[in-house]
């Protein structure tokens, strides 16, 4: 495990062999739970100040999309339980033995474990999985309508296969974010908390020593926890960073290599980009809980407040 942009999640380095094979795709999506979108064009990325140019973010660019389908919320624990009974599929952090799981979460007596030298926060916990999302002896039995979490791009893309969908591009995940605002910098608008109403799940108080819990919740929170954008989509910032199909390059967005109708991301890098932030998210040191905030990781990392949402084709 090494650094990268570890106080969003840790990373590991590709594991290029004993990869298992994906199960068979299915026939017919099932679009229960996914909204249509229409597409077309919209402004994509930002030019603000206080963002992380380094991550390529900017500039404010158009982009088209065609029409496109996507889940209304991230994958629950329950649709992943009915993956792993239907396929038999183990997770890589299951294979590995380990996943990346917040200090915070952790209870006082837990055995000491290794930290990450960039983000001491986040502890390499044996056991945990999205079965056991703190480790042995956790369980997702009262949160199996929040978002599966431990799982890896490789894991999310098995999923979505095997429902007949697949990760949605950089491009449709912002679109759909956006909710059809106009750079705007939430999903609901330019102001975080609207009148005083919490409208995502991120860290309140001072990180990583003291969350108020002010928005409701330590670590994820159930899906439709809060209300929807304008497209009917919910939590596309905080609770979970979303994996998506594209490569992560910061340079590539504002490129002329890059294309402006249904872009789907450089040749092949070595990190698989995130959106949306998480739970863990802080203005004082990751404030990428944005519609139009970056991030990245590799496609054999898991931790906890990484999952995903699946997108599919008219």
């Not at 017919?28 to 930002?46: C, N």
């Not at 594209?246 to 402006?260: E, N, V």
């Amino acid at each position: 495990m090494s650094g990268g942009d570890a106080c969003c999640a840790p990373h590991r380095p590709d594991v290029t062999t004993g990869v298992v094979a994906e199960p068979h795709a299915a026939a017919v999506v099932d679009t229960e739970g996914m909204v249509l979108l229409p597409g077309g064009p919209f402004l994509m990325g930002t030019d603000a100040a206080d963002g992380y140019p380094a991550d390529g973010e900017g500039p404010v660019r158009e982009v088209t999309v065609d029409p496109f389908r996507i889940d209304a919320t991230t994958v629950t624990n329950a649709a992943f339980a009915d993956f792993v009974d239907a396929t038999g599929w183990v997770t890589l952090a299951e294979r590995f033995g380990t996943s990346f799981v917040f200090a915070g979460l952790l209870p006082d007596d837990h055995p000491p474990t290794r930290a990450v030298a960039a983000a001491p926060w986040w502890r390499e916990v044996p056991g945990a999985s999205w079965r056991c999302p703190e480790g042995v002896g956790s369980s997702v039995a009262e949160r199996i309508d929040h978002p599966v979490v431990h799982v890896t791009w490789r894991d999310a893309r098995a999923y979505a296969r095997w429902a007949g969908k697949r990760l949605p591009t950089e491009a449709e995940w912002e679109y759909a974010a956006r909710g059809g605002l106009v750079q705007a910098r939430y999903p609901w608008g330019s102001e975080r908390e609207p009148g005083g109403e919490h409208r995502m799940n991120v860290w309140q108080g001072t990180f990583p020593t003291t969350n108020t819990l002010a928005d409701g919740w330590l670590g994820t929170a159930p899906v439709r926890a809060y209300p929807p954008n304008g497209y009917g989509l919910h939590e596309m910032t905080g609770n979970v960073w979303e994996w998506c199909s594209d490569w992560f390059h910061p340079t590539w967005p504002g490129s002329a290599a890059a294309p402006r109708v249904n872009p789907a991301g450089p040749p092949r890098t070595d990190a698989k980009v995130m959106r949306g932030g998480s739970y863990l998210c802080h203005e004082s040191y990751c404030f990428r809980y944005r519609v139009d905030a970056r991030s990245s990781n590799t496609p054999d990392s898991s931790a906890g407040n990484i999952g995903f949402r699946c997108a599919a084709a008219v």
